[in-house]
C-alpha cells in the first residue's frame, strides 16, 4: 500500500490510517470535501433514545437536538 500521497490542495502528507481506510482519498482531512455530520441520541420517550443524524454546519438543529437531549434524560 502507498503511504506516502500527498494532499493536492496542500501537499502535505496524508496519513497512513486514512489512506487506508480511503485508499482512492487525493485530499488530507482538512482539505477533504466531505461534510461532518454528528449523531446524536434524543429521548423522546423512555424506553430507548433515537438517533439522529445532523450536518456539521447545521447549528441551529444541532443546538435543538442537545436541548432535546438534556430535556430527555
Request: hydrophobic share 30%; glycine share 4%; proline share 7%.
Amino acid at each position: 500500500m502507498n503511504t506516502t500521497r500527498t494532499c493536492e490542495e496542500c501537499g502535505n502528507p496524508i496519513p497512513a490510517a486514512r489512506l487506508e481506510i480511503l485508499p482512492d482519498t487525493t485530499t488530507c482531512v482538512k482539505h477533504s470535501q466531505v461534510k461532518k455530520h454528528f449523531v446524536m441520541p434524543v429521548y423522546s420517550h423512555k424506553t430507548a433514545p433515537e438517533m439522529v443524524v445532523i450536518e456539521g454546519d447545521d447549528v441551529e438543529s444541532i443546538r435543538l437536538a442537545n436541548r432535546a437531549n438534556e430535556r430527555g434524560r
